[in-house]
């Protein structure tokens, strides 16, 4: 696929923490516009390897790129993105609303774009009536709201999002989903890592599985549950588990 064409561009992505090798080199190539399921078990690197593609940390080895701009180029790819880690970095003692018009500032979004574009996340995910409140007394699934909102406010082109539901009722979490597959119609990638499987066969258009720092199985969902040949009953689920429990052996089979 011609770079050209790729949201995230990753060759040899290595990381390396003292004689432990946390990300041993991953390749990535993900189209603009679409969603990537990012999964693996707790420990496979999934994190660093986000903290990567981010410019948070400094790969040992390889190369990337995240829409055209190289990761050694911390400001131009911080132009690019949005990012929603596990534990949303948002200020306690601020409201929802001043987090929010914080983070616009931040990225340079006008002022009256910023309001319109607030006004329609905080009414989306129900946090208009309490957009007043200190982050502080929130519960977990508000705060992972505005957290979320703050890494949609400025429209990146890519979209990373570590487990993005966490936290969230069904029906927050269902809107969430939404939102995610919108934003990928409307040419925006998203890079999304989440335990929940369900949601990743729902909007993945590609899935990587990471375990022990290796990229071991990466495709379309269909065609992954289908090279399970269980019969044409496989889930993601039993993709996972099958290329999770030996990647050393049935991984590089699937």
């Not at 071991?216 to 044409?232: F, R």
């Amino acid at each position: 696929m011609p770079s050209g064409s790729l949201a995230i561009d990753a060759d040899g992505l290595t990381k390396r923490f003292g004689s432990a090798t946390v990300v041993d080199g991953v390749d990535l190539a993900v189209p603009r516009g679409s969603v990537y399921g990012f999964l693996g078990p707790n420990g496979a690197g999934k994190t660093t390897t986000m903290r990567m593609l981010t410019t948070l940390t400094r790969p040992t080895a390889g190369t990337a790129s995240i829409d055209g701009a190289p990761i050694t180029d911390r400001d131009a790819v911080r132009d690019r993105i949005g990012y929603l880690p596990e534990t949303p970095p948002v200020f306690d003692e601020l409201t929802g609303l001043e987090q929010l018009q914080y983070v616009a500032r931040l990225r340079d979004v006008p002022g009256e774009t910023a309001a319109e574009r607030i006004d329609y996340w905080l009414e989306r995910f129900d946090l208009a009536d309490d957009a007043g409140k200190r982050i502080g007394d929130y519960s977990k699934g508000m705060t992972q709201k505005i957290g979320l909102v703050g890494a949609l406010v400025h429209e990146p082109a890519v979209i990373f999002l570590d487990e993005p539901t966490s936290g969230l009722d069904p029906r927050a979490a269902r809107t969430v989903i939404d939102a995610i597959a919108e934003m990928a119609a409307a040419g925006h990638t998203v890079f999304l890592s989440t335990h929940i499987l369900p949601v990743v066969e729902e909007l993945a258009d590609v899935v990587g599985v990471l375990a022990d720092g290796y990229l071991v199985a990466e495709g379309p969902p269909d065609e992954l549950t289908a090279q399970l040949e269980q019969g044409g009953d496989s889930t993601l689920e039993d993709v996972f588990l099958a290329v999770t429990t030996d990647h050393g052996s049935r991984a590089r089979q699937v």
